[in-house]
């Protein structure tokens, strides 16, 4: 892979989470009025479908939002960068945020964790809401001396056996952790709250550290991205056995 390969994240970033909704309210509001005076006024008016004529503007007024709405979200996906990136350099990740360097991960002196878990068995809110439930979080933390990055993406099971095919994975029970959550789904976000003893004991503390820190300050990448993240990787850490090390359980 050619270096200085620069790869954004987070594509479904806060501003769009909030822009989308509103961009579907007020598409729904216009459709309201606008089907109503271009469509059934001069379709319907004085037949029988008339005294439906109320129904039938909220029932294309929802549909032509929805449309509409996901038309706005591929739109803004495409020109509203969340500002957030990975670029792989020789021996190096980088991360940026809006432009300016954040931090840089030397590889050839590097720790790594890779861990995944199905998206199913435990609350979900937000982004992940949206995942299927037979997908995987797939996620990698990347460290060198006090220096570490987190990134992370979801992926089917058949994607997940070819990026992961030359990495040590831990396996993570989430449903074990927050199955039985009394947290109303999708009306509260979900929480990654610290362990109890007992619970620490079932996982390895690192992987516990590293979700966490994934989960507050994690690149999620596209897949294509992630397997580019998790090949330039593997690759520098060939190049350099005696110095970098994996964490498995």
Known sequence: ???????????????????????????????????????????????????????????????????????????????????????????????SNKGVETIQVDLAQSELIVWRYPMKGFSRGGRERRVPSENYLVACQISSDDVVLSAFTFLSTKDMREILARSQVIDVNMAMLYGNS??????????????????????????????????SEGFELEPVDFSSLMSHVEQARQRHPMESKSVVR
């Open 182 to 215: 009394k947290r109303l789904r999708g009306v509260t976000p979900p929480q990654r709250p610290g362990m109890v003893t007992k619970e620490r004991h079932q996982w390895p503390t690192k992987v516990w550290e590293a979700e966490t820190r994934r989960w």
């Open 1 to 95: 892979m050619k270096t200085n390969t620069t790869l954004p994240a987070d594509r479904e970033h806060r501003g769009i989470e909030v822009a989308v909704p509103l961009s579907m309210l007020v598409l729904g509001i216009l459709f309201y009025f606008a089907v109503d005076s271009w469509i059934l006024r001069p379709l319907i008016q004085g037949t029988e479908l008339d005294d439906y004529r109320a129904i039938l503007r909220l029932i294309f007024a929802v549909v032509l939002a929805i449309v509409g709405g996901f038309l706005v979200e591929k739109f803004l996906k495409r020109v509203w960068k969340s500002g957030r990136s990975l670029t792989l350099l020789q021996d190096a990740v980088v991360a």
